[in-house]
């Protein structure tokens, strides 16, 4: 670990970028409109042109290698590494891989973003093709792929016929919405029933690098509760608790665990109605039955928000990078006036940060993947970022 912060220090000194002052949590569930530009490629700074060449004689020792076949095999790593495009969710008329998906030219990855109804549109039917049409357009542009299971607001409608205890609530100040209670126990058994049939399918499956387990919370994706007054009490008044909450993360955790073991899986950290309580105990259960393949994962990236808005979750996120791997979404996009606007310094700065921090996965908008006038440093972050684990 060391090692691979001394590398990232070294070519961000070189690098030399400007900072901002980052930007506050949005969000970031919306889909998002595709600016067509053009990215070019640039020439940049490889970290492996710093490290020492070595005395010149390239045969030296070579006779003196000897494989040891008492020595145990070293233990299996998944660490990860890569710049993967935060593109709007995938539906029956929408696409994660869009279009021109060819002309972001520093780009190892897609986020595809399914909403469960879509997947499971009656209880116990399962339609997995939209992620399967997604898995082979980003293997045609030789991507990888990490996949989030929309859940909340985007829960199946039928849980509530099936005896589901639903919440009413108001989303973003004008969007009326219902999620399932996460710790309902209906809602459990077809989640987890879900996850198993998920985990037959796909666990396996080379593209797929990285899962994002997901529970039923306010925009379906991130681990926070947006509620206004009315809400909240009702949410209490259905029962919730930390420990309510956090049981309900540990019965998916382990579902996961079960579907897909040899799968990098993380989960979203936010504190949880005011608190960092929920989000350090599910983090220190993933961190213990699963293990190295379990990772933390920030969705609100910005200086700002890990230095100010969110300093235990960057906590969790500097543990994650210490203890397997850490992955963060930026806040926003620096390319169009969006709900999620940031500046253009905000968004260099923010890679900046998780490069420092031993970060090495990123999730950036498609818009400033596509964007030209930052495509000089998008080229220098992706070789840093490529290089850090090697």
């Keep these: 670990?060391?090692?691979?912060?001394?590398?990232?220090?070294?070519?961000?000194?070189?690098?030399?970028?400007?900072?901002?002052?980052?930007?506050?949590?949005?969000?970031s569930d919306s889909n998002r409109e595709i600016v067509d530009t053009q990215s070019d490629p640039s020439t940049s700074i490889d970290p492996d042109d710093l490290e020492p060449t070595g005395n010149g004689d390239s045969d030296a020792g070579?006779?003196?290698?000897?494989?040891?076949?008492?020595?145990?095999?070293s233990p299996k790593t998944y660490e990860l590494a890569g710049i993967y495009c935060s593109?709007?969710?995938t539906t029956s008329t929408s696409s994660s891989v869009f279009n021109n998906i060819e002309e972001a030219a520093y780009l190892d990855g897609v986020l595809v973003r399914i909403p469960w109804a879509e997947m499971e549109?009656?209880?116990?039917?399962?339609?997995?093709?939209?992620l399967d049409q997604q898995l082979v357009k980003a293997k045609a542009q030789g991507l990888h792929v990490t996949f989030a299971l929309l859940n909340g607001y985007a829960a199946p409608?039928?849980?509530?016929?099936?005896?589901?205890?639903?919440?009413?609530?108001?989303?973003?100040g004008d969007i009326p919405r219902r999620l399932p209670i996460p710790w309902d126990e209906t809602y459990l058994r077809?989640?987890?029933?879900?996850?198993?049939?998920?985990?037959?399918?796909?666990?396996?499956?080379q593209a797929l690098q990285l899962v994002h387990m997901t529970n039923s919370t306010t925009n379906g994706f991130e681990m926070q509760y947006f509620f206004d007054a009315q809400a909240e009490a009702d949410f209490y008044a259905k029962g919730y608790s930390e420990s309510a909450l956090v049981n309900s993360w540990k019965r998916i955790l382990d579902a996961y665990n079960q579907a897909f073991d040899d799968t990098r899986m993380d989960l979203d950290v936010h504190p949880v109605l005011g608190s960092p309580t929920v989000a350090e105990q599910v983090v220190a259960y993933g961190q213990a039955s699963i293990g190295a393949r379990f990772g933390v994962f920030g969705a609100w990236w910005s200086r700002r928000n890990a230095e100010v808005a969110y300093p235990e979750m960057y906590s969790l996120l500097l543990s994650g990078a210490a203890?397997?791997?850490?992955?963060?979404?930026?806040?926003?996009?620096?390319?169009?006036?969006?709900?999620?606007?940031?500046?253009?310094?905000?968004?260099?700065?923010a890679i900046q940060l998780a490069l420092q921090s031993g970060i090495y996965y990123i999730e950036v908008w498609n818009q400033d993947l596509l964007n030209t006038d930052i495509s000089p440093q998008?080229?220098?972050?992706?070789?840093?970022?490529?290089?850090?684990?090697?």
Excluded at 121 to 130: F, Q
Aim: glycine share 12%.
């Design 378 to 390: 998008m080229g220098g972050f992706h070789t840093s970022v490529n290089n850090a684990i090697k």
């Design 121 to 130: 549109p009656s209880p116990g039917v399962y339609d997995w093709s939209l």
């Design 190 to 205: 077809y989640l987890t029933n879900f996850i198993a049939a998920l985990g037959a399918r796909y666990s396996g499956e």
């Design 157 to 172: 409608a039928w849980l509530e016929s099936e005896g589901a205890d639903m919440l009413d609530y108001i989303f973003r």
């Design 323 to 349: 203890s397997s791997f850490a992955g963060v979404q930026l806040v926003g996009t620096a390319s169009t006036r969006a709900y999620n606007e940031i500046t253009r310094e905000d968004l260099l700065d």
């Design 87 to 89: 593109c709007g969710p």
């Design 1 to 27: 670990m060391a090692a691979r912060l001394l590398l990232a220090t070294l070519f961000l000194t070189l690098y030399a970028c400007g900072g901002g002052g980052g930007s506050t949590d949005n969000g």
């Design 62 to 73: 070579q006779d003196d290698i000897v494989d040891d076949p008492d020595e145990p095999e």
